[in-house]
């Protein structure tokens, strides 16, 4: 299924509309190969679209598509990418976990077992540490990079 209307289809199942300008937003986050900022992601929608989109809008959107779990914000870099479980049928139990390729920014979502959570915050507890965000986001080099 296209993930468009994928996302339109989970937009309708939580009783709210994935508006054209929502569309073409979440349009420009899945045609990015990297994770980008809000003004990025602006100057992609202005570009592409009919009439200015303000970033104070673009913002707004992007609240609104991570609400509905379509998009991810990336706490290290402040830098927003699409979700690319839009399309799955069935519901992800972890917290999404990110691989941020240091060259080309390339951003890999990937499963992290909950035991694996769960490990690390065992970890940081013995240290007297209380983790106030689960979502994990490691740096390194990516296979094309390599």
């Known amino acids: 299924m296209d993930k468009i209307l994928s996302a339109e289809q989970k937009c309708a199942d939580n009783g709210v509309k994935l508006t054209k300008r929502r569309k073409q937003v979440l349009t420009a986050l899945l045609e990015c190969n990297a994770a980008v900022s809000a003004y990025e992601l602006t100057e992609l ?57 240091n060259d080309c920014t390339r951003v890999q979502e990937v499963d992290v077992t909950s035991e694996t959570l769960s490990a690390i915050e065992r970890v940081a507890a013995d240290v007297g540490f209380n983790l106030s965000d689960k979502q994990l986001e490691v740096s390194g080099t990516c296979s094309n990079c390599k």
């Open 45 to 101: 929608c202005n570009q592409q679209g009919e009439t200015a989109m303000p970033a104070m809008s673009v913002y707004r959107i992007l609240d609104f598509l991570e609400g509905q779990s379509l998009v991810h914000r990336l706490s290290t870099t402040n830098k927003y990418i699409a979700c690319s479980h839009i399309s799955c049928d069935h519901t992800h139990f972890t917290r999404p976990q990110f691989l941020i390729c």
